[in-house]
T-cell receptor, first 113, second 115 residues
Framework: SQQGEEDPQALSIQEGENATMNCSYK?????LQWYRQNSGRGLVHLIL?????REKHSGRLRVTLDTSKKSSSLLITASRAADTASYFC?????????????FGQGTTLQVKP | KAGVTQTPRYLIKTRGQQVTLSCSPI?????VSWYQQTPGQGLQFLFE???????NKGNFPGRFSGRQFSNSRSEMNVSTLELGDSALYLC??????????????FGEGSRLTVL
C-alpha cells in the first residue's frame, strides 16, 4: 500500500522557475524523506525532516512538514534542466525500528532549458 | 567510499524460472532493504535485513525471499517467475539503528524482464 500521495503527478516548468511538489501521508511518522530518481536509475536521497521539525533547507531545496495535516512539500528554487527527474516522498509509518520506508507514487518534473 | 552495488543490472527470464539478485552495501552499513518498482504499483517494500536477520517483510508472496550474509551482502530470490514480476529491483543500504531507517543509499537496480 502507498503511504504517500503526491501532487501533482507531473510538472513541467522553464529553467529558472520554482517547482513545488506536495506529499500527503496517512499514519504518524518519525521522519519524512524526499528522494530523486533519474529515469530508470537508483534513488538519491535529498533531505530528511523529522516529525518535530517544520521546515528544513538544503541548497536550493526547501522542505516543509505539517504533521497536523499529514502533509509535506518540496520546493526547488531556480530550477535547472539537470533537476529533471522523478521525486518521491517516503515515510517510516512511525515504526522506530523496521528499516521500512513507504514511498509515494512520485512527481515527474520536467525542466525545459 | 564505494556505493551500493547490484548485480546483474539487466536480466531476462522466462515464466517458471527462478532468479537470484545480489546486493553489496556500502562498507559499514548493516541494514539492507529491497524494493520492487513497477509503473503500476510504484515502489514497494520487499524486506529488510539487519545483521543477517530479517526485521521486516512486505506484502509479497512466499516466492520472494532473501538473505543476508555475515559481511552484510544480501541476495534476493524469486522462484517460479510470473510475468508480473517484471520490474526494477532496488537494493538500499543504511547504517540502521534504533530510530527508523534514516537515509537510504540505493543501488542502480536490477531490471528483470520475465517473458
Amino acid at each position: 500500500s502507498q503511504q504517500g500521495e503526491e501532487d501533482p503527478q507531473a510538472l513541467s516548468i522553464q529553467e529558472g522557475e520554482n517547482a513545488t511538489m506536495n506529499c500527503s501521508y496517512k499514519t504518524s511518522i518519525n521522519n519524512l524523506q524526499w528522494y530523486r530518481q533519474n529515469s530508470g536509475r537508483g534513488l538519491v536521497h535529498l533531505i530528511l525532516i523529522r516529525s518535530n521539525e517544520r521546515e528544513k533547507h538544503s541548497g536550493r531545496l526547501r522542505v516543509t512538514l505539517d504533521t497536523s495535516k499529514k502533509s509535506s512539500s518540496l520546493l526547488i528554487t531556480a530550477s535547472r534542466a539537470a533537476d529533471t527527474a522523478s521525486y518521491f516522498c517516503a515515510t517510516d509509518e512511525g515504526s522506530s525500528n523496521t528499516g521500512k520506508l513507504i514511498f509515494g507514487q512520485g512527481t515527474t518534473l520536467q525542466v525545459k532549458p | 567510499k564505494a556505493g551500493v552495488t547490484q548485480t546483474p543490472r539487466y536480466l531476462i527470464k522466462t515464466r517458471g524460472q527462478q532468479v537470484t539478485l545480489s546486493c553489496s552495501p556500502i562498507s559499514g552499513h548493516r541494514s539492507v532493504s529491497w524494493y520492487q518498482q513497477t509503473p503500476g504499483q510504484g515502489l514497494q517494500f520487499l524486506f529488510e535485513y539487519f545483521s543477517e536477520t530479517q526485521r521486516n517483510k512486505g506484502n509479497f508472496p512466499g516466492r520472494f525471499s532473501g538473505r543476508q550474509f555475515s559481511n552484510s551482502r544480501s541476495e534476493m530470490n524469486v522462484s517460479t517467475l510470473e510475468l508480473g514480476d517484471s520490474a526494477l529491483y532496488l537494493c538500499a543500504s543504511s547504517l540502521g539503528g534504533l530510530y527508523g531507517p534514516g537515509e537510504l543509499f540505493f543501488g542502480e537496480g536490477s531490471r528483470l524482464t520475465v517473458l
